[in-house]
């Protein structure tokens, strides 16, 4: 079952912030963010693991709420090259099934 | 360079006809993933494995058939059955014994069923 994505789309401003939330029904290990370019391959932002680890972007953070099954990826002064379509993915465990959302378009103009 | 490659980029085929697109990486990953994208879709997952000659159907199998004979190769079918063909596929790839590690995509095949 794929995680819930919101907001479904987005248009900033160069220079203002956005949080892009992401949730699941089901228990997760860890959550993966990606971001893909118009007929791009998707490509790898940020992991976060239950425990509390992470991995990533050092220009982009994210938080994981392992009790809630969310996770919010968070974009601070947004540049041009912000601008794609963002994906959550999601492993609920030991069988390594990684399932994405339906992604947040994010715009970034001048 | 290491990576995972597609092939083609783009692929034409007749209602009715089965076609084979193609995934291979030499990144030394156990783990290999097909996702179909969709307009407003996100990816779905159709097929993935974890090891060689083992593989489990995803979200949306029906109408796909895959083979995971070499490590290195995972070769997605798409069969007459499949009522809704053309769309834009995705293979990945992630090593198999770490969850924690990301997943490294091909540069996809759109297929277009006419």
């Known amino acids: 079952q794929q995680p819930v994505q919101s907001p479904q789309a987005v248009i900033l401003r160069e220079g203002e912030d956005a949080v892009i939330n992401c949730s699941s029904s089901?228990?997760?290990?860890?959550v993966h963010w990606y971001r893909q370019k118009h007929g791009e391959a998707p490509v790898f932002l940020m992991i976060?693991?239950?425990?509390?680890e992470q991995k990533g972007h050092d220009k982009i953070s994210a938080s994981f709420n392992e009790k809630k099954q969310q996770s919010s990826l968070y974009l601070t002064a947004s540049q041009l090259s912000y601008s794609g379509t963002y994906f959550c993915?999601?492993?609920?465990?030991?069988?390594?099934?990684?399932?994405f959302g339906k992604g947040t378009l994010l715009t970034v103009n001048p | 360079d290491g990576g995972i490659t597609q092939s083609p980029k783009y692929l034409f085929r007749k209602e009715g006809q089965n076609v084979t697109l193609s995934c291979e990486q030499n990144l030394n990953h156990d783990a290999m993933y097909w996702y179909r994208q969709d307009p407003g879709q996100g990816l779905r997952l159709i097929y993935y494995?974890?090891?060689?000659?083992?593989?489990q159907k995803g979200d949306i199998a029906e109408g796909y058939s895959v083979s995971r004979e070499k490590k290195e190769s995972f070769p997605l079918t798409v069969t007459s059955a499949q009522k809704n063909p053309t769309a834009f596929y995705l293979c990945a790839s992630s090593i198999f014994h770490e969850l924690n590690t990301e997943a490294f995509f091909g540069q996809g095949t759109r297929l277009t069923v006419v």
């Open positions: 976060l693991l239950k425990g509390g």
């Open positions: 494995s974890q090891i060689v000659n083992d593989f």
């Open positions: 089901k228990a997760l290990y860890s």
């Open positions: 993915g999601t492993e609920g465990g030991s069988n390594y099934k990684l399932t």
